[in-house]
């Protein structure tokens, strides 16, 4: 018999990523074939043509220059002042909603999402999220005794599901009275889906019906983790403005990440950003997320924190850091463009991409096509329910050429 030390409740499958053991089989293929060969569309992170990882000069250039002292410090629980008022700067840009803000500081959104799942719902709760959708949220609400409840992201006409959601959300309000629904926008991942500021309004006058009822607690977790890469200038942060004067139950956290926008993925930074029409609201999401976030991580990177400060509150190091973004901005947007008008010619299914590093491909057996793309030396990843492709990795004269081959292999 096996031997077993863990405590029941962290029994978990003994498997891998399969992400990153994709990507290291399209890595030994570049070794083997040479790196012009093949498609590595793997990643989440923005990848040069090359292949080499961006990561921005304007950042790196600023935390190098820090003083070690700075780097070295613990930081606050809650994040340093400055981190505080440039995350929200940065986020909501000129649409900051006129209401009650409190933010917090993370290890990266997902310290965002752990900070809602954990402290919006009760064990044995069910949080709703699009049945497309990033799967660590399954793993951070199974891992709390809490589950992962979905709604069909799109309808039969490919229009967002805004029925399907709503009648998700007024089930799971009736049987809970309380619900965290997750909507990764804009710039979804995996389908690159933003909602738009008329599906917004939809979405809010839905809620607001529902918080007449004055039992029901409802928390929209907006996980904001690719905005930097949505739409023209500001755009896609208009919505933000419309989570001025909601009713006292309806409480929004934003999900920011400083992973994507500012490149740092491994430096761990975000933050937790709640909004509400109730002082005490945000007052208490700040203390349930202080403690939290001391259970959990204790504090955030100081080095980060005093990176993004110091570039939001300069304006010249704000100037070349926006530029230095806008570009792979476009170089993004020239990617997906590439994929979508090649998808389009060979009659590659896809479903409604608008912005961001992923566009995804519907298909009945996911798995088996990645293992015949991968015998092209395509390397896409398998999802439940299609194969999901990363723009943000893969140069634009690859972009042009994989659809075609994706389509004979699901043919
Ligand atoms: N949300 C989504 C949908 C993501 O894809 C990611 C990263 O891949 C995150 C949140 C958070 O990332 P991080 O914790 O690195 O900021």
């Not at 209401?99 to 290890?107: C, E, G, L």
């Not at 949505?230 to 989570?243: L, N």
């Not at 999802?383 to 990795?393: E, I, S």
């Amino acid at each position: 018999m096996l031997t077993s030390m863990v405590a029941e409740h962290a029994k978990w499958p003994a498997k891998s990523d399969p992400i990153f053991m994709i990507a290291a089989k399209a890595e030994e293929a570049k070794k083997k074939f040479g790196a012009d060969k093949v498609i590595n569309s793997t990643l989440g992170a923005l990848i040069e043509d090359d292949g080499s990882l961006v990561a921005f000069n304007s950042v790196y250039n600023t935390f190098k220059e820090l003083d070690n002292a700075s780097i070295a410090a613990y930081a606050p629980i809650e994040g340093t002042k400055g981190f505080l008022d440039a995350v929200e700067k940065n986020c909501f840009g000129n649409n900051r909603p006129s209401a009650h803000i409190k933010t917090v500081a993370t290890p990266g959104g997902t310290g965002a999402v752990k900070h809602a799942v954990w402290n919006y719902t009760n064990p044995g709760d069910k949080v709703l999220t699009s049945d497309w959708y990033w799967s660590p949220y399954n793993t951070i609400a199974e891992e709390i005794g809490r589950s992962v409840e979905t709604f069909k992201t799109f309808d039969e006409e490919g229009n967002y599901n805004l029925k399907n959601l709503k009648q998700k959300a007024e089930d799971l309000l009736n049987s809970q009275k309380r619900l965290v629904l997750i909507l990764n926008t804009p710039a979804h991942n995996p389908t690159g889906y933003s909602i738009s500021d008329e599906e917004w309004d939809e979405i809010l006058g839905f809620f607001k019906k529902e918080s007449e009822d004055k039992d029901n607690k409802i928390t929209i977790l907006v996980d904001a983790a690719y905005i930097e890469f949505a739409g023209e200038e500001e755009e896609r942060k208009k919505f933000f403005s419309k989570f001025s004067g909601l009713p006292e139950n309806i409480f929004v956290i934003v999900g920011f990440s400083a992973s994507k926008g500012f490149t740092m993925y491994g430096l761990r930074s975000g933050a937790a950003i709640g909004i509400s029409s109730k002082k005490e609201v945000v007052e208490e999401f700040f203390y349930a997320c202080l403690h939290s976030g001391r259970a959990n991580w204790s504090n955030g990177t100081r080095g980060a924190m005093e990176t993004i400060a110091k570039i939001t509150n300069n304006e010249e190091l704000k100037g070349t850091y926006e530029k230095e973004k806008n570009n792979y901005k476009k170089l993004l947007r020239k990617r997906a463009d590439a994929f979508v008008s090649e998808a389009e010619k060979v009659g590659l299914e896809l479903l409604p991409y608008r912005d961001g590093f992923f566009i995804s491909i519907p298909c009945s057996d996911p798995q088996r096509a990645s293992e015949k793309l991968m015998e092209k030396n395509i390397f896409v990843v398998p999802l439940k329910k299609g194969l999901r492709f990363a723009v943000c990795a893969v140069s634009e004269d690859k972009c042009k050429i994989a659809p075609k081959e994706i389509k004979e292999v699901l043919k």
